[in-house]
């Protein structure tokens, strides 16, 4: 009751006053209603160990995959979801001294730094990252621990294109021609992570200095009447022609596997995506998810237990067809729709994440100014 009175508090005092340090406004947080887990004839709920798992709105895992860690660990597991992984952040960061949950899930390599800056994680090498790939392993201390990742891109409309007479655009300038004029919707990088993501793989890719950088590439787009929205669901759903949507734009900021997202979710009616990504040099960004153990966890042991499980094959296999992203596990397979249509850019923009948090707030005031104002 403690952490919720809290919680309360910290909702009341963001809606008033806004965010302290936020780089993006982000929606009033809202609590999910937690979803306990104890399988059926396991331990009563008296008995067993509970830990809470705070973490962003588009978390999702299957049911049966945790029915089947707490029947083997002893431990239940609730979910507190807060917004976006911006706002999450905060709440931690807020709530340091009183922490809200024992497990913080969903910070990505656009807030690594500040995460760990914030100092609201105990390290902890957990023997799985043995399985992992360094080159997502951004934390040497393993504060924060690789999930998952994925690659945020340009998709277009394959119909609508050919209509068109248009092939893809061989690289990020051809979308300033004229060609491509009203055609492309992104999303409001200060309110939506792969508008964020889209941003910053425009700044690695054009670069702030020279002859043409990130800044002219986003004025030329502003002349070429791109699109801008609030968030993803409505550029996607809206706006896009590609998908279930009647948009009018047949170039949407969204990811790599969203063609392969396509094709599953028709339930049959696709045998193949109607979208395709736009793998151009430099047009991605690789978003990695970490998870942490929160300094102050009421049963670090569990969570510990917990992190162990979030690494691991049976928990990393169920990934792709609930979050639409990779695992970071490579032990873990990937289901066949992921293997037929979802696609890895050969060449992502690259930033650190300590350039990211430096400049994240100036890019995006700077973005804004050019784009919208």
């Known amino acids: 009751m403690r952490r919720l009175i809290l919680f309360a508090a910290i909702v009341l005092l963001l809606v008033a006053c806004g965010q302290p340090g936020a780089s993006r406004p982000t929606p009033p947080p809202m609590i999910t209603p937690a979803a306990s887990v104890v399988p059926a004839g396991a331990t009563p709920a008296a008995e067993t160990r509970r830990i809470v798992v705070m973490t962003h709105d588009s978390f999702s895992v299957s049911q049966g995959v945790l029915d089947a860690f707490t029947a083997r660990s002893g431990v239940s597991v609730e979910f507190l979801k807060a917004g976006d992984a911006g706002t999450v952040l905060n709440q931690a960061i807020l709530s340091k001294n009183a922490p809200l949950a024992d497990v913080l899930f969903g910070v990505d390599n656009t807030f690594l ?15 799985a990252l043995t399985d992992l790939p360094e080159d997502l392993k951004l934390d040497p201390e393993n504060r924060l621990l690789p999930v998952d990742f994925g690659y945020v891109v340009i998709n277009y409309d394959k119909a609508a294109l050919d209509a068109a007479g248009l092939t893809p655009p061989a690289d990020l300038r051809d979308l300033t021609l004229p060609a491509w004029r009203g055609k492309l919707v992104v999303q409001h990088p200060a309110t939506s992570s792969p508008g964020l993501a889209f941003l910053l793989a425009t700044i690695g890719h054009f670069g702030e200095a020279g002859a043409y950088t990130w800044k002219d590439f986003w004025r030329d787009l502003r002349a070429n009447e791109v699109l801008v929205t609030q968030g993803w669901s409505e550029a996607y759903y809206t706006h896009f022609s590609g998908s279930s949507g009647a948009g009018a734009y047949p170039l949407v900021v969204s990811y790599t596997t969203s063609p392969a ?7 049959g009616r696709l045998s193949e995506p109607p979208t395709g990504n ?4 430099g047009g991605s960004f690789r978003q990695i998810e970490f998870v942490g153990i929160l300094r102050g966890a009421r049963d670090e042991a569990a969570a510990r237990q917990f992190v162990d499980f979030m690494l691991q094959p049976e928990f990393q296999a169920d990934i792709p067809l609930q979050m639409f992203v990779y ?21 992502p923009a690259d930033l650190a994440p300590d350039l990211i948090d430096r400049y994240r707030d100036q890019w995006i005031a700077e973005w804004t100014e050019i784009v919208l104002r």
């Open 261 to 267: 997202a396509e094709v599953f979710f028709s339930e």
């Open 113 to 127: 730094s500040r995460a760990l800056a914030a100092d609201i994680l105990t390290p902890y090498a957990s023997p």
């Open 327 to 347: 695992p970071a596990n490579p032990r873990a397979p990937l289901p066949d729709v992921f293997l037929r249509f979802a696609e890895l850019p050969s060449q």
């Open 278 to 281: 736009l793998l151009v040099p």
